[in-house]
């Protein structure tokens, strides 16, 4: 492949084309809110990255620890993707460590005072 491998390329070029986001822009802006970092540090959209380096992404609630093996800056398939990074993001937590929130009964109408000092109770806001 013509555009794969060893030449630095643009880091949000680069999380677009491993199908990290959906869009470029989405990764620009993403570089911009400083929710991508490159060895620790945030980084503009135009920072070049290259194999070796470790590359921590937040995106979708969650945050993707990446180390980059083949620099790539065209959007490939997701066999290929994959090919092109080593996770070493943590397995989510399991359900079981969320409480349980609390549901109400469709069409039980507004949260009485005290139900509602109650849920501000349950979530810490009290």
């Known amino acids: 492949m013509s555009d794969i ?8 070029a680069w999380v677009w084309a491993v ?20 060895n620790g540090a945030s980084v503009k959209p135009a920072q ?18 990446v180390e980059v093996t083949r620099s790539i800056n065209k959007r490939v398939g997701a066999r290929i993707a994959v090919d092109c990074y080593i996770d070493h993001t943590p397995p989510p937590p399991p359900m079981e460590l969320f409480a349980s929130v609390p549901v109400r009964d469709r069409g039980a109408g507004r949260p009485t005072k005290k139900e509602r000092r109650e849920m501000e109770q349950f979530r810490g806001q009290r």
């Open 48 to 65: 070049q990255v290259v194999p070796g380096d470790r590359v921590r992404v937040w995106v979708n609630h969650r945050e993707h620890d």
């Open 19 to 38: 199908r990290l986001f959906k869009t470029r822009s989405d990764a620009a802006e993403a570089c911009r809110a400083g929710h991508v970092k490159i």
């Open 5 to 12: 491998d060893g030449r630095p390329v643009r880091i949000d």
